[in-house]
């Protein structure tokens, strides 16, 4: 229970922190382009593009974990804690699977 609540503030955590445009340096496809192209992008743009699909995994974890908490069904509090670990799956491939293209550019 303790375990599900740490990864869920974690992941929500880092949610917000990308949509604001921080903490884009966790994200492996910004961290490894040049200092020329990341000049040249809004961190904001790509934190948004990044978070908004997280945010949306957040809240898929957070309607799991309640129904983890208030069920009695046993059998459906499994299926909730195995659709936790998919999603945190998920929600990882997210970030990596993002491509930062040149529609992330700051406008001039």
Same mark, same amino acid.
């Given at each position: &229970?303790? =375990?599900?609540? %740490? /990864?869920?503030?974690?992941?929500? *955590? +880092?949610?917000?922190?990308?949509?604001?445009? #921080?903490?884009?340096?966790?994200?492996?496809?910004?961290?490894?382009?040049?200092?020329?192209v990341k000049k040249?992008?809004?961190?904001?743009?790509?934190?948004?593009?990044?978070?908004?699909? &997280?945010? =949306?995994?957040? %809240? /898929?974890?957070?309607?799991?974990? *309640? +129904?983890?908490?208030?069920?009695?069904?046993? #059998?459906?509090?499994g299926y909730a804690?195995?659709?936790?670990?998919?999603?945190?799956?998920v929600s990882i491939?997210?970030?990596?699977?993002?491509?930062?293209?040149?529609?992330?550019?700051?406008?001039?």
């Open positions: &229970m303790v =375990g599900s609540l %740490i /990864v869920i503030g974690f992941m929500t *955590i +880092i949610s917000i922190a990308l949509i604001n445009g #921080k903490a884009l340096n966790m994200v492996p496809g910004y961290r490894t382009l040049p200092d020329k040249t992008l809004d961190p904001k743009k790509v934190g948004r593009k990044l978070g908004i699909p &997280m945010a =949306g995994v957040d %809240i /898929v974890m957070i309607i799991f974990f *309640i +129904i983890v908490y208030f069920s009695d069904s046993e #059998k459906l509090q804690v195995y659709g936790m670990m998919l999603l945190f799956v491939a997210i970030i990596d699977m993002i491509n930062i293209t040149g529609k992330d550019k700051k406008d001039k």
